[in-house]
């Protein structure tokens, strides 16, 4: 599958070096690279950097651990969240070169009895219910006050998995680069993926994670007819 947009927005989250063999790569080819002829590479250099001997064994010196790490320790979770995510590193056991559905040191949080496939320093532990609700509705109503006149693109579709079909309305976002769907919908059509944590950016620099979010494939179409 040739998309360049998507191609680049993988690129730029690659670190500079990697970028740079890259492009040295295709330097020569004047065929238009694949997704797929990135992703074979980048799991090619992956198995390269896995087979390197870590800084730590160069200096004879024992394996730095972050969950012993002390500045990582005083970091609060959203920090560390962050500190993971930007160096690729598996929210399950901190190690390098593979997601969380692929860890086999993988287990449950347990923390304040969560359910979630991830390290116990990276539970946002829940906030008193009170104060929430406090939080939840001093925003709502500052949203409402100061953001009024906000408009949202909303365009109703239908969404068709296994278990039939149903009409929702989809906003439309211009600057997005994937598609969610609300898991009770998912589940009421049906539909089933693959476990695939998923980070969100936005352009002031907030994050939100969901490491239970999956990967999957429906249809959509217009509701008019012949769509």
Known sequence: MVNPQLMEDVLAKLPYQLQFQWCSKLLGHSDEPHLEDLSNWM??????????????????????????????????????WQH?????????????????????NKKLCGEQ????????LLH????????????MHTNYSEMSTVRS?????????????????????AI???????SLVDTELA?????????????????????AHEDNSEVISFTIRGTHTGA
């Open 43 to 80: 799991t090619t250099m992956a198995l390269a950097a896995r087979m390197l001997p870590s800084k730590a064994e160069d200096n004879d010196t024992a394996s730095h651990k972050l969950e012993t790490c002390k500045k990582f320790l005083a970091d609060d979770v959203k920090t560390r």
């Open 84 to 104: 993971t995510i930007q160096n690729r590193l598996c929210i399950g056991c901190f190690c390098w070169g593979h997601r969380v559905d692929s860890c086999s």
């Open 113 to 120: 009895g969560c359910e979630k496939f991830h390290h116990q």
């Open 124 to 135: 946002k532990k829940v906030k008193d219910p009170d104060v929430e609700v406090f939080m």
């Open 149 to 169: 006149d906000v408009h949202l693109k909303v365009l109703p579709v239908i969404i068709g998995g296994p278990g039939g079909e149903t009409t929702v309305n």
């Open 172 to 178: 439309m976002d211009d600057g997005s680069t994937i």
């Open 187 to 207: 589940q009421k059509l049906g539909i089933r993926g693959r476990n695939v944590p998923l980070c969100m950016q936005w352009t002031n620099g907030q994050l």
